[in-house]
C-alpha cells in the first residue's frame, strides 16, 4: 500500500505539459468564483493576495474565477469584468504575482446570459425564459467580440491561457 501512495504522490509532483504548457506539477487550483473577487468589476486586492497564496504554497495551475466579457454579461458586482479599463493593469499584477512562484494562470472568461444581473438591462439568452429575452443578432456579434477582445487582453498581460466557461445555463452553454 505504501508503494502505491509514493508513486502517486511521485506523480502529483512531476510536471507535466498540457499542449504547449508546461506545468511545475499536477496541482490545479480550479475556476471558482469567489465573493469579493471584485470591486465593482475591478479585481481587489482580495483576489491578488489569494493567487499569491496559492502560488506561494506550491500549486501549479489556477484558473481564475469567472470573469465577464461585458457588463450585461456579469452575475452580480463582485465578479471581474473585462471590459473595465482597470482590468488589464490588475490582470497583469495577479499574473506577474503567480508567475514569480513558477505558477501558471488560465483566465476563465464567462458571460452568465440569462443568469445575468444588470441595472441597464433585462438578461438574454437563446430564448425567453426565466424572466429574460430572446438574444438579438446584433448582440450575439457583441458577445463574440467581447470574448475575442478579453482574450486578447489576458494575452497581452501574459496569461498563459483562456477557458471559456460554458456550463450552469450561462450563455454559451
Known amino acids: 500500500m505504501l508503494g502505491g501512495m509514493n508513486r502517486i504522490m511521485k506523480t502529483l509532483f512531476e510536471t507535466v505539459t498540457l499542449g504547449n504548457l508546461k506545468l511545475k506539477n499536477r496541482f490545479v487550483r480550479s475556476g471558482t468564483l469567489l465573493i469579493g473577487d471584485a470591486d465593482n468589476g475591478i479585481i481587489s486586492s482580495r483576489l491578488h493576495h489569494t493567487h499569491q497564496v496559492l502560488a506561494e504554497g ?75 429575452r430572446g438574444i438579438l443578432r446584433e448582440e450575439m456579434r457583441l458577445v463574440r467580440k467581447s470574448f475575442a477582445n478579453a482574450a486578447r487582453k489576458c494575452k497581452a498581460v501574459g496569461v498563459d491561457g483562456v477557458q471559456i466557461h460554458s456550463a450552469h445555463g450561462y450563455l454559451i452553454s
Do not use: W
Open 58 to 132: 506550491g500549486v501549479g495551475l489556477i484558473i481564475t474565477g469567472m470573469i465577464s466579457v461585458m457588463e450585461q454579461g456579469s452575475a452580480n458586482f463582485s465578479m471581474v469584468r473585462a471590459d473595465l479599463p482597470e482590468f488589464i493593469f490588475e490582470l497583469s499584477k495577479t499574473t506577474d504575482i503567480v508567475h514569480r512562484y513558477g505558477c501558471k494562470i488560465i483566465a476563465q472568461l464567462c458571460h452568465c446570459g440569462l443568469k445575468s444581473h444588470s441595472i441597464h438591462q433585462i438578461p438574454y439568452g437563446p430564448n425567453a425564459i426565466h424572466d429574460g
